[in-house]
């Protein structure tokens, strides 16, 4: 009976499976000393079972305690202020470096020059002379030239040597030239379009009239009917009352005809082959331009001969021109030619017969340029004027 009591006591007393040695115990034991032994058990299985849940079991964290009304902290260590400083202030300095650089670079832009050379070249078969493919902003803001034909001009004609070379040259025509020529086919068409040799004749009829013999000042006590060229008025400074010389209608005159008689602007770019004193330069245009501009201007004066001279002179001012340099000549509307010296306005000159006269000697019926250069200057404008 005591063996089979045996585990209810072990569980009274909260003892482990230690008990299993007592249940071994001879059944002849005597209650007192069954029992004793159980409690003896008991105590080694508790103290048994106690040491392994040390062993085995990890001791417990306390629990974090969250006050009401406030954050928990993470448990994620936080960079120092002083990092986050560092690089607030270095984003700010490098917006501020970027603004100041492009408020430069505008300002640089501004400032600079207005004409620019296209990136894209085309090279001269003969000399191998690059020429930008379009020239920006050399007649107004915004205007495009862009390159039709491409030579060189050689003493005598003798190309083939090399010392007869004096300089490379391409002619550039203006996007309203490109499309002001749009379905021409000839030289001679475009030539009458570009080139109208009639503005010549009408800026020498009005310098014609325009005398040295003219007096500036006609006296009169009373007004004697209107006189060509004169303006009756009172003007104490020149001389009181009379007939006055009537400038400003004639030059309002001559702006108007210019206006009524534009044309599109072109222009010529002209790169040294070797090393040229500028007198000789100088000789040459002379000796070219001179008889155009008398062709020009038929009998009549006009300013074509002293537009000449200052060009003349200023080329000769250059005493030596050296390889690669470069001499422009933009022809503008109403009588205007801009003389440009690698790349910087050098000379603006106002003869419509002058201007006439420099593309004349390139592009006109005894020109410099050559058949094949005349041939590739009507197939490449119409190629452009059907991109514009």
């Known amino acids: 009976m005591l063996r089979f009591a045996a585990p209810q006591l072990a569980r009274a007393a909260g003892a482990t499976p230690a008990f299993s040695g007592l249940l071994r115990a001879p059944a002849t034991t005597s209650a007192a000393s069954f ?96 020429f930008p493919l379009t020239l920006q902003d050399y007649s107004t803001v915004g205007s495009t030239h862009w390159l039709v034909a491409r030579s060189v001009r050689c003493m005598l004609g003798l190309c083939s040597l090399e010392r007869a070379r004096a300089y490379s040259y391409a002619v550039y025509f203006s996007s309203e030239a490109a499309e002001a020529c749009k379905k ?124 000449l001279r200052k060009l003349t002179q200023f080329l000769g001012r250059q005493k030596e021109w050296r390889k690669g340099d470069t001499l422009e000549f933009i022809r503008l509307p109403h009588g205007y030619t801009d003389v440009r010296v690698n790349g910087e306005k050098k000379l603006s000159l106002n003869s419509e017969s002058l201007s006439w006269a420099v593309f004349d000697a390139y592009m006109g019926p005894k020109g410099h340029m050559s058949s094949a250069s005349r041939e590739e200057l009507i197939s490449r404008t119409e190629e452009i004027s059907s991109l514009l």
Do not use: W
């Open 184 to 307: 021409l086919k000839s030289m001679e068409e475009i030539n009458e379009v570009l080139l109208p040799k009639r503005v010549c004749a009408e800026e020498a009829a009005l310098a014609s009239d325009e005398t040295e013999d003219q007096p500036d000042f006609l006296p009169a006590s009373k007004f004697e009917g209107a006189k060509k060229g004169y303006v009756f008025k009172l003007d104490k400074e020149n001389g009181g009352l009379g007939y006055h010389k009537d400038s400003v209608s004639r030059m309002m005159a001559h702006v108007q005809e210019s206006r009524d008689s534009s044309y599109p602007s072109l222009a010529l770019r002209i790169v040294m082959l070797r090393d040229q004193n500028g007198d000789h330069i100088a000789h040459g245009f002379d000796r070219t331009l001179l008889g155009r501009i008398r062709s020009a201007q038929g009998d009549k004066k006009g300013r074509g001969k002293d537009a």
């Open 35 to 130: 029992v004793a032994r159980a409690q003896t058990l008991a105590v080694r299985g508790n103290v048994r079972a106690m040491r392994l849940s040390t062993q085995t079991k990890p001791r417990a964290q306390p629990r974090a305690k969250v006050e009401t009304g406030h954050f928990q902290r993470s448990s994620v260590e936080r960079k120092p202020k002083i990092f986050v400083a560092i690089f607030a202030f270095g984003m700010a300095s490098g917006i501020l470096s970027l603004v100041a650089f492009f408020e430069m670079t505008r300002a640089r832009c501004e400032d600079a020059p207005g004409p620019t050379d296209s990136l894209m070249t085309v090279v001269e078969p003969v000399t191998q002379t690059k």
